[in-house]
């Protein structure tokens, strides 16, 4: 099975930008859609982006659409999010989620491998 670790997270003021990678071993990471979710205190989990397999197909949720980009390099084995024009609201915890034999999804019960996650807290 696939272990996922990400990193890139941090304090960054707002406007600001930060990049996240999910650095996957144990398994290829070309075998798997990826997603990335977050999850603020006191909220639930919610669906930030997620591309395909070879990376052909990606998209994001309308709350970060035109500031975050998802992108792969499968050869390094490694996912990153793209995080520009940083806001308050986008404090939370990101963790990066594996999805084999399945297309792109923006559902958390979708993904059966989690990495532990990275905060990103963005001040005003």
């Known amino acids: 099975q696939v272990q996922l670790v990400e990193s890139g997270g941090g304090l960054v003021q707002a406007g600001g930008s930060l990049r996240l990678s999910c650095a996957a071993s144990?398994?290829?990471?070309?075998?798997?859609?990826m997603g990335w979710f977050r999850q603020a205190p006191g909220k639930e989990r919610e669906f930030v982006a997620t591309?395909?397999?070879?990376?052909?197909?990606?998209y994001v949720a309308d709350s970060v659409k035109g500031r975050f980009t998802v992108s792969r390099d499968n050869a390094k084995n490694t996912v990153y999010l793209q995080m520009n024009g940083l806001k308050s609201e986008d404090t939370a915890v990101y963790s990066c989620?594996?999805?084999?034999?399945?297309?792109?999804?923006?559902?958390?019960?979708?993904?059966?491998?989690w990495g532990q996650g990275t905060q990103v807290t963005v001040s005003s």
């Open positions: 989620a594996a999805r084999a034999g399945g297309p792109t999804s923006k559902f958390h019960w979708d993904y059966g491998y």
């Open positions: 144990g398994r290829t990471l070309s075998s798997y859609a």
């Open positions: 591309t395909s397999r070879s990376g052909g197909i990606a």
